[in-house]
């Protein structure tokens, strides 16, 4: 079955203790991307990568650190949470950045006290 | 600035109604796309349609339809005789040349039976 799997799905944490969501595709997409979602901001980019060790910033970066060394994973790393950082976490994935359908991951649910 | 407004937050209509949700963006890319998720109360993101800057002609699936007109920076989408299942919250996106995605807030609709 086609999918974008993201583990965990729920996390609770403190401040400052080092987190990676992970994130990993089966579709062989070339596009890959994190969002976040509060509520009254609906979603927002904080990475996307358009291929193997190619990463760029979305509009909300800071806090955040990804990398992306093979085609299907995409890891979403905080190195020192903060609770701003508390969120709805989801990945994406798709065949290409532009005109391209985005898949969504399950999404995951962050707290960090 | 690459932006997407939805502005209605919520709406609540009753069974068999018809209703449509608002999206305005805005761009200063010639080339773009638009889309339309939905987000039911179980939490997924779900694709409904995806529309090219290049592409005005109106789209009809089922119950959905969708309007976009350039001249406005409008992409519109109508849900006709609405059902308690179509309660949900639905987002506008919008794709732009540097392969970033924008999404708007989301409006949130409550179908009563």
């Known amino acids: 079955e086609a999918q974008v799997t993201q583990n965990p799905r729920y996390l609770i944490t403190v401040t400052g203790k080092k987190l990676t969501v992970t994130c990993s595709q089966n579709?062989?997409?070339?596009?890959m991307s994190w969002y976040r979602q509060d509520p009254g901001l609906g979603l927002r980019q904080i990475y996307y990568?358009?291929?193997?060790?190619?990463?760029d910033k979305g509009d909300v970066p800071e806090g955040y650190k990804v990398s992306r060394k093979e085609k299907r994973n995409f890891p979403l790393i905080l190195e020192s949470p903060s609770p701003n950082q508390t969120s709805l976490y989801f990945c994406?994935?798709?065949?290409?950045?532009?005109?391209?359908?985005?898949?969504f991951g399950a999404g995951t649910r962050l707290s960090v006290l | 600035a690459q932006k997407v407004t939805q502005a209605q937050t919520e709406i609540s209509v009753v069974e068999k109604e018809d209703v449509t949700l608002d999206c305005v963006y805005e761009?200063?890319?010639?080339?773009?796309?638009l889309f339309w998720y939905k987000q039911p109360p179980s939490g997924e993101l779900v694709f409904l349609i995806r529309?090219?800057?290049?592409?005005?002609q109106n789209e009809i699936s089922g119950r959905y339809s969708w309007n976009f007109q350039k001249s406005t920076s409008s992409f519109n989408f109508t849900i006709t005789a609405s059902q308690v299942v179509d309660s949900a919250v639905y987002f506008c996106?919008?794709?732009?040349?540097?392969?970033?995605?924008?999404f708007g807030s989301g409006t949130k609709l409550n179908v009563k039976p």
């Open positions: 994406a994935s798709s065949l290409q950045g532009l005109e391209n359908i985005q898949y």
């Open positions: 579709m062989n997409h070339e596009y």
């Open positions: 990568s358009m291929n193997v060790e190619v990463t």
């Open positions: 761009t200063r890319d010639t080339t773009y796309y």
């Open positions: 529309r090219n800057s290049f592409d005005e």
């Open positions: 996106a919008l794709n732009n040349n540097f392969n970033k995605f924008y």
